[in-house]
């Protein structure tokens, strides 16, 4: 079994999975992580996921995010999205490893970039409360429709 996960972990064929660490656990709405993605193929489709990680002490069961981006022809564009953490009798979503909660969220499907070149990717937080305390880390997952 440990084989066939080695395994997959080798044939992972993601353009893009980086993530931010978040500074003593308190995201800032000014702390705004930015991703870089290099497009080189715009017809090909891709999956958009934001992955999110906090511990068991996030006293919420969602997060609300901004996802900002900036496009090589200089458009910029924003998006909210919600991302559920818990059940709602409190269960935790996602995988935990060790005092974290790993979240894997679909943001955009089938997805064609309409440019080569350069994208940025820049998440803020969209909670009411600031700072967003115990959360850990926030990134962007880029990978190829199969």
Known sequence: MLFVMLASACTDTALLDNSVAISDRKWHYEDQPEIEAHI???????????????????KYSNIFVLVHRHEPNGRDTTER????????????????MGSTFSHQQLLKEHFRFPDTGKYVFKLEQNMRENPLDEITDVGIRIAPVE
């Open 81 to 96: 999205f919600e991302v559920r953490l818990a059940e709602p009798d409190g269960r935790w979503l996602g995988r935990g």
């Open 40 to 58: 080189t193929d715009t017809k090909k489709r891709y999956n958009i996921y934001l992955n999110l990680r906090h511990t068991p002490d996030y």
